[in-house]
């Protein structure tokens, strides 16, 4: 591997960098289109509200933009100070903190394939039997063998933020099969 690295002259440390900065890049562009869209939700006239509908979604969007720029900064400087030969967990950077290690894409990929399917399962099966199946198995997925200790956690939390959302805020979640009729 050190030959191939030497023979392009590519370090993992470069790479690292090159791949914080793509990603800042491509996030960037994401959250640029995001806040667009907030942008374009319409106010509703006439009434009174000291938060409407467009706030949040623009507050995530500047959260978003700001992340894709610390990230793209971050890859430039990790890509410039890393030092020939040392292994990318252990690379300092010019602040004096370790770089982060490379992503497990084992465990990324998978947890991003059970979102989707949480995300498209959610209307269909309704909020507490979705949400708690997505909490047990994405414990599962992080490394938990305990599959009644994560299922009782995963109702616990379900139903927590589904009372707190019908009960205190008045919101209706997707009831799913459950709803009946």
Same mark, same amino acid.
């Given at each position: 591997? *050190?030959?191939?690295?030497? %023979?392009?002259?590519?370090?993992?440390?470069?790479?690292?960098?090159?791949?914080?900065?793509?990603?800042?890049?491509?996030?960037?562009?994401?959250?640029?289109?995001?806040?667009?869209? %907030?942008? &374009? @939700?319409?106010?509703?006239?006439?009434?009174?509200?000291?938060?409407?509908?467009?706030?949040?979604? @623009?507050?995530?969007?500047?959260?978003?933009?700001?992340?894709?720029?610390?990230? %793209?900064?971050?890859?430039?400087?990790?890509?410039?100070?890393?030092?020939?030969?040392?292994?990318?967990?252990?690379?300092?950077?010019?602040?004096?903190?370790?770089? *982060?290690?490379?992503?497990?894409?084992?465990?990324?990929?998978?947890?991003?394939?059970?979102?989707?399917?949480?995300?498209?399962?959610?209307?269909?099966?309704?909020?507490?039997?979705?949400?708690?199946?997505? @909490?047990?198995?994405?414990?599962?997925?992080?490394?938990?063998?305990?599959?009644?200790?994560?299922?009782?956690?995963?109702?616990?939390?379900?139903?927590?933020?589904?009372?707190?959302?019908?009960?205190? &805020?008045?919101?209706?979640?997707?009831?799913?099969? &459950?709803?009946?009729?």
């Amino acid at each position: 591997m *050190a030959r191939r690295q030497a %023979a392009s002259g590519a370090h993992p440390e470069n790479r690292a960098g090159r791949d914080e900065r793509s990603l800042g890049t491509g996030l960037l562009a994401a959250g640029a289109v995001y806040l667009a869209a %907030a942008f &374009l @939700i319409s106010e509703p006239e006439g009434g009174y509200a000291a938060v409407g509908p467009r706030v949040f979604p @623009i507050v995530i969007g500047c959260t978003l933009v700001a992340v894709a720029l610390w990230l %793209a900064l971050r890859g430039s400087k990790t890509g410039a100070s890393a030092a020939p030969g040392a292994p990318a967990a252990q690379t300092v950077s010019a602040a004096g903190a370790l770089a *982060a290690p490379d992503a497990d894409w084992r465990t990324a990929a998978p947890s991003a394939l059970l979102f989707l399917g949480y995300i498209v399962l959610l209307e269909p099966l309704g909020y507490l039997p979705a949400t708690t199946a997505f @909490i047990a198995l994405e414990s599962r997925l992080l490394g938990s063998r305990r599959w009644r200790r994560d299922l009782l956690a995963a109702l616990v939390v379900a139903a927590s933020v589904y009372a707190l959302f019908s009960l205190l &805020l008045g919101l209706r979640l997707p009831a799913g099969f &459950l709803g009946g009729p």
